[in-house]
């Protein structure tokens, strides 16, 4: 059976947090998105905490690094 390839959120959290996790994930041949979606960018409103995507079929492989990330933050 063939795996997804649909993007599911596996971290929130702060942005430069994100930002180290995806450069994390890169290093292991794993493609991510950043996303914020805050409802109050329209007003010039920034949000601190961020979104990140991977690929569903990059999970098993991602989540050994997004525990690694997490016990350092």
């Known amino acids: ?5 649909d ?3 596996v971290f929130y959290g702060p942005e430069g947090t994100v930002i180290l ?3 994390r994930l890169e290093e292991e041949g794993i493609t991510s998105l950043i996303k914020n ?3 109050e960018a329209f007003l010039g409103v920034s949000t601190p905490f961020t979104d990140l995507y991977i690929n569903e079929s990059d999970l098993d492989k991602a ?8 016990k350092s933050i």
């Open 1 to 5: 059976m063939a795996k997804s390839n």
């Open 7 to 9: 993007l599911i959120k």
């Open 21 to 23: 996790l995806k450069s």
């Open 37 to 39: 979606d805050s409802s």
């Open 63 to 70: 989540l050994p690094l997004i525990a690694e990330i997490k």
